[in-house]
Nanobody, 121 residues
Framework: QVQLVESGGGLVQAGGSLRLSCAASGSIFDIKDMGWYRQAPGKQRELVAVITSGGTTNYADSVKGRFTISRANAKNTVYLQMNSLKPEDTAVYYC???????????????WGQGTQVTVSS
């Protein structure tokens, strides 16, 4: 059984910073892509950033230059450093991972439970 657990959300003033972490645990064989998504009230879930196992990254235009995604492969953990936060960044942030778990060994996408980020103006 695989679990993704996020941490690091909270309340911050505009211009501030937060660092989110997401650790994958369980019977994991390997992890391909890991990413962060967010969902604001009344809006669809959207991609924030994704990172491949080789370290290639991709960002939503709205966060480029402010957010940085990274991962520690040995720890099965992905991070999201968020700087210069804006009120419009307020959302529930979800991590996901495309991975193979023992004994299935097919790639599946797993999701964390989400962590709230609130940016006050």
């Amino acid at each position: 059984q695989v679990q993704l657990v996020e941490s690091g959300g909270g309340l911050v003033q505009a211009g501030g910073s937060l660092r989110l972490s997401c650790a994958a645990s369980g019977s994991i064989f390997d992890i391909k892509d890991m990413g962060w998504y967010r969902q604001a009230p009344g809006k669809q879930r959207e991609l924030v950033a994704v990172i491949t196992s080789g370290g290639t990254t991709n960002y939503a235009d709205s966060v480029k230059g402010r957010f940085t995604i990274s991962r520690a492969n040995a720890k099965n953990t992905v991070y999201l450093q968020m700087n210069s936060l804006k009120p419009e960044d307020t959302a529930v942030y979800y991590c996901n991972a495309n991975l193979r778990a023992i004994p299935v060994l097919d790639f599946w996408t797993y999701w964390g439970q989400g962590t709230q980020v609130t940016v006050s103006s």
